[in-house]
């Protein structure tokens, strides 16, 4: 076994420190602070290897005890242990190609395709670029029938039997059909995109207060009180073993969350970790850093605005805020201060969607049988995630009654929380996130309570049915 590096970084200021700057200005660091991206690392494939690897930490982090003033420094600690031995003992993972041959054939019809194919082969190109060559044509030959295999019109889809396709494979014609047109990437530039997300992510009226309308009454005190007790390792081990190990990692860190899952020590080490955190009342700062991935949504690719951002934070920071999370929906639930009965969307161990789906489906088919008038209001919210007040969540946690302890945890996660807006030509510098609240697994909690508040209200009008999905929200007058 190769012997493992340890770095630290100097941290010669308090960086839980988690004191508001001015949100009105958006944060761009001026000395160029761009993000370090670390380059994707190979995994063990034996048990043995595993074994081992657990073995190598339990020997590591053992010597290295947890310090709540030097917080930053074991969560960078034990980040560069992990990366370094999996590294040097297993490897890298080299996405370059693929990149770089996606965009040299990707207007390549499958005659093109057949030629460059077999001149790989008679001059013995790499063969990583034949592999790719080689997917491409039989995806581009298995995708229809019709003439010409890359149009992907409406004319083309029309010549389709998509009937026949469907009864042979629901779910396969789903997937091609919904893939073709997805591998847009952005055509604008380092300017434009730092431009657009500053202004995006930028607090508006970050000063402004909320209050509740006097129409919405005030929930009565919490019976059953908030568990304020740090999370356990069992409760940290069911949230990493609930966590789908295909999940992207940070590219901060590139620390999966399969670590977790085949290393016990490492989550012994992250629990001392959690504790030290939810103890201190404050997220360390080394968790509020993220990348963030664009993905087309439709329209030109020159306007950033036609891109959906996907934030990839830290995996510690994931399971960090599960806990949160699932204590402060379980205060909620067991206070009835949630209507479980409305609010579907985000709720765990509940496929909200489904049931509301098979509801609002029943509800159409009830009409159309009884030949009955029905309206149905569906209500898109723009950028929805991305336009809630930081103040607006605060107000919602004091109106359920959460302690001022996890309020300050929630204050804090959202205090200079900063991401880095990652294409495969250029990234940005690190972008204080002054609203929204980025899609994160807390986050979506705080979202769906945010909702809940006037759903809950509108529900005491007379022949109204309220379905929540999170985003869109339907909702059903009969």
Known sequence: MRKMRIMNKDNHQNEDNVDSVNPEIPHINTQENFP????????????LQWSTANDFFKLTFSNLPITPRDLNNNINTMATVVYNYFSENFG????????????????????????????????NGDILEIKFVAKKLRNL????????????????????????RIGKSFWGFVKRFFK???????????????????????????????????????FASPQTPFNLDPPTYQEITNVIRKMKPSGSPC??????????????????????????AWSCGVVPSEWK?????????????????????????????????????NRTFQFLAENNYIEQNIQKGFTPKLSGTLEHTAQLAHIINKARVKQRSLIIT??????????????????????????????????????????????????????????????????????????SIPLSNILNRKNTVNLDFGNPVKTVPH
């Open 36 to 47: 370090d991206l670390k380059k994707g690392i190979k995994l063990p494939k034996s048990p």
């Open 92 to 123: 890298y993972v080299n996405n370059h190609n693929d990149v770089q041959y996606q965009r040299k054939y990707e207007s390549f019809s499958t005659k093109d395709l057949k030629k460059s194919l077999k001149k790989l082969k008679l001059e």
């Open 141 to 164: 030959l298995n995708k229809s029938n019709t003439t010409d295999p890359n149009n992907t019109d409406s004319h083309a889809s029309a010549n389709i039997d998509h009937d026949s």
């Open 180 to 218: 073709q047109n997805t591998s847009s990437f952005p055509s604008f530039n380092l300017a434009e995109c730092t431009s657009y997300f500053t202004k995006t992510l930028s607090a508006i009226r970050p000063t402004k207060t909320f209050n509740n309308p006097s129409w919405i009454p005030k």
């Open 251 to 276: 590219p901060l860190d590139q620390i999966s969350i399969i670590y977790f899952k085949r290393c016990p020590y490492l989550r012994s080490y992250l629990t001392e970790i959690i504790h030290a």
């Open 289 to 325: 850093k993220a990348c963030t991935i664009l993905i087309h949504k439709k329209g030109e690719t020159a306007n950033p605005a036609n891109f959906r951002p996907i934030t990839l934070e830290s995996v510690p920071l994931k399971v960090f805020t599960s806990c949160l999370r």
């Open 378 to 451: 569906l209500l898109d919210l723009k950028n929805a995630f991305g336009e809630v007040h930081h103040n607006l969540i605060y107000e919602v946690l004091q109106y359920h009654h959460i302690p001022d302890h996890i309020k300050n945890l929630v204050s804090s996660l959202y205090t200079d929380f900063q991401t880095s807006i990652i294409t495969e030509q250029f990234n940005t510098t690190f972008i204080t996130v002054g609203r929204g609240v980025l899609q994160a697994i807390v986050s979506a909690l705080f979202y769906s309570t945010c909702l």
